[in-house]
């Protein structure tokens, strides 16, 4: 294990918040690393509003976007181990609309049907990005834009019309493409087996249990006071905020708990949840899963894919098996078991075009691991 050096992660992460502020991409961010169960750096940096100085700091809200695909990763291996599912299931033992649905192909830019798929559609293939089912590639904008706004309404409206109107993108297992909307699936299942709201079942054996405040799909009043704005840059490199209203993920009403990118939360809560993993399962002497679904998250099911985290191989700055990810708005996390590190940026903007944002991750990962003890 590689020691951190406190000083010069400091002053590492302090360089690179810059940049990104003298972009002109964000109003604020906040940077989190811990090691071997302790804090050694916290960077907060510019506010939470472009017209009004309230510094950030670790309880500014930000919209999460897709780092709430691991919390439902670590929902769907909660409820398995209540025995309300089982992620080797075939979907269709939970949803038998499913033995309907079919692959699709695309002719004159329309997805038109093409075949039965021979593989059975485990529940696990949804949370490793490798079902098929509304995956991002040439099948995914002409169904997404034909959905009616009314889809949208709550995980069961939307997974009611997809279930019914969209047709896979490729066989299931044969390879992986990213999803958001498959991990509403999984939520769906949640619900009905239990009983309760998805958010209802995150608050009752997740946050609450491990004193996660402000992690959220509807934020109370209190909570959009200290979320923050969401920007782009103009050609000047000055903050720019994007109007987006009272939603936490693109125009989805607040009815719509979006369990692959619809909550917000501040650096505080999601730390707990990194140290969480770390601890494989155990926070402040709270367990909230087995030490054994802390591995099942984190195992490759279909390329680097695990259940809702990237899993590093050899070819990136992170160590190999380092698990975690990143969300559309900017934020990034990781969980380092070789040196006991977790690592978490939080920053909310929607500069897209000019490689800002995988640039932007590459630094954070890059300014950790050039921060060791010589």
């Known amino acids: 294990m590689k020691l951190l050096n406190k000083s010069l992660l400091e002053k590492n992460l302090l360089e ?32 939470q509003k472009p017209d009004a100085d309230i510094p950030t700091d670790e309880k500014t809200l930000f919209r999460l976007a ?80 034909r959905m009616p706004r009314e889809a949208f309404k709550t995980i069961k409206t939307h997974t009611d019309y997809t279930i019914n109107n969209v047709y896979l993108s490729f066989e299931p297992f044969s390879k992986a493409v990213y999803s958001t909307y498959a991990y509403d699936i999984i939520a769906r299942i949640i619900e009905e087996k239990s009983g309760m ?8 054996y997740l946050f609450i249990p491990l004193s996660i405040r402000d992690m959220t799909f509807s934020p109370t009043e209190e909570q959009w006071s200290r979320l923050i704005s969401v920007g782009n840059n103009n050609e000047k490199n000055e903050f720019c905020p994007l109007e987006i209203g009272r939603h936490t993920f693109t125009d989805h009403p607040l009815t719509f708990s979006a369990s692959g990118a619809g909550l917000c939360g501040t650096a505080e809560d999601y730390n707990i949840f990194m140290e969480m993993l770390l601890n494989r399962g155990i926070y402040n ?86 921060s060791f003890e010589l």
């Not at 691991?70 to 499913?98: K, N, R, S, W």
């Not at 897209?352 to 640039?359: K, M, R």
Request: charged residues 25%; contains cysteine.
């Open 197 to 204: 709201a998805y958010a209802d079942f995150l608050n009752k």
């Open 16 to 47: 690179t918040t810059k940049s990104f502020l003298d972009k002109g991409v964000i109003c604020g961010s906040v940077m989190v690393v811990n090691q071997k169960g302790k804090r050694i750096a916290t960077i907060s940096a510019g506010s």
């Open 66 to 145: 897709s780092l709430t695909k691991p919390v439902t990763g670590v929902a769907a291996l909660i409820a398995e181990e209540q025995g309300l599912l089982c992620l080797e299931d075939d979907v269709c033992d939970y949803i038998p609309e499913f033995k309907n649905i079919l692959i699709g192909k695309l002719e004159d830019g329309k997805v038109v049907p093409d075949r039965k798929p021979n593989t059975k559609l485990k529940l696990s293939y949804f949370l490793a990005h490798c079902s098929g089912f509304l995956s991002q590639d040439e099948l995914y904008d002409p169904q997404i834009k």
């Open 285 to 370: 002497g709270v367990r909230v899963m087995k030490e054994s679904s802390v591995r099942k998250l984190k195992t490759r099911i279909c390329e680097n894919w695990g259940l809702g985290v990237n899993v590093r191989d050899d070819t990136t700055p992170l160590p190999e098996n380092s698990y975690g990810w990143s969300g559309a708005y900017g934020a990034h996390f990781w969980v380092d078991e070789e040196n006991q590190i977790t690592a978490l940026m939080l920053k909310n903007h929607r500069a897209l075009t000019d490689n800002f944002w995988s640039e932007s991750i590459h630094k954070f990962e890059k300014s950790v691991m050039n």
